[in-house]
């Protein structure tokens, strides 16, 4: 019997500290992290090598300590810490079902994880390796987003997929305040742009045009999803060059 061939043999997968909290919004939720790490043993299967980042907006969010008076640049390095400990429960879990991982961390702290290196981080990914990235891009007033679409740019992934919690894809407005907001199949970088779309920052949808990285935007709740993405079937919203529809 023949496997399915995924359409995309390397893919940065990026995962908000939101999603890994689970149905409380805060903190992390240990079967959620079982879950993810069940999917990421499907996609494994098929031979896709995967990076994943993480973000920490379930334990911190620097622009929210910022708006409070904290100092922008501590506020940020805060959130930092967060993704890593998001990023070392993530690879708990995912050895916890047999997954061989590697948290690299863009801020030094060799006690816990690797530092991020280009040409090691592909090479963990060659020997069928999931790397972790944490600690964002290493500096302030820089989103786990645009982390996403330089890594993805550095380690020439062919897609970055862009899970999210309890939303199928992209939207002209918000559905959960407008029934007949209009969900989009595909969508041009520049349209994002425009008009504003709340699905990256534009420093990180700038990224991923100037570089021709795809997203595809999809809804993390739904089971299988990333193998779905992974395979090329219709899963969510894809951002990229061409008419939007």
């Known amino acids: 019997m023949s496997h399915p061939q995924p359409k995309y043999r390397r893919v940065v997968l990026k995962l908000s500290g939101e999603a890994l909290a689970g149905p409380k919004g805060f903190g992390l939720d240990i079967g959620v992290l079982t879950r993810i790490s069940e999917e990421l043993k499907e996609i494994h299967a098929l031979g896709v090598q995967t990076c994943i980042v993480v973000g920490g907006g379930n334990i911190w969010r620097g622009a929210s300590g910022s708006a409070q008076g904290m100092d922008r640049s501590t506020a940020d390095y805060m959130g930092m810490l967060a993704t890593v400990i998001n990023a070392l429960a993530l690879q708990d879990a995912m050895e916890n079902v047999g997954l061989d991982t590697r948290v690299q961390t863009a801020i030094e702290m060799r006690e816990v994880a690797e530092p991020y290196i280009r040409r090691r981080a592909i090479r963990h990914l060659e020997k069928g390796r999931f790397v972790i990235f944490a600690a964002g891009t290493g500096n302030p007033y820089f989103s786990t987003d645009t982390t996403a679409a330089l890594r993805a740019a550095e380690v020439e992934a062919e897609v970055i997929l862009m899970a999210k919690r309890g939303v199928d894809g992209v939207y002209?407005?918000?559905p959960r305040t407008?029934?007949?907001?209009?969900?989009?199949?595909?969508?041009?970088?520049?349209?994002?742009?425009?008009?504003?779309?709340?699905?990256?920052?534009?420093?990180?949808?700038?990224?991923?045009?100037?570089?021709?990285?795809?997203?595809?935007?999809?809804?993390?709740?739904?089971?299988?999803n990333?193998?779905?993405?992974?395979?090329?079937?219709?899963?969510?919203?894809?951002?990229?060059?061409?008419?939007?529809?």
Request: charged share 25%.
């Open 172 to 174: 002209d407005s918000d």
């Open 178 to 224: 407008n029934p007949n907001a209009k969900k989009y199949d595909r969508l041009d970088y520049i349209h994002l742009l425009q008009n504003g779309l709340a699905v990256m920052d534009s420093t990180a949808a700038s990224l991923c045009m100037d570089n021709r990285i795809p997203i595809i935007v999809f809804d993390f709740d739904e089971p299988h």
């Open 226 to 245: 990333i193998k779905r993405a992974c395979l090329g079937e219709n899963v969510g919203t894809i951002i990229g060059e061409g008419r939007q529809s």
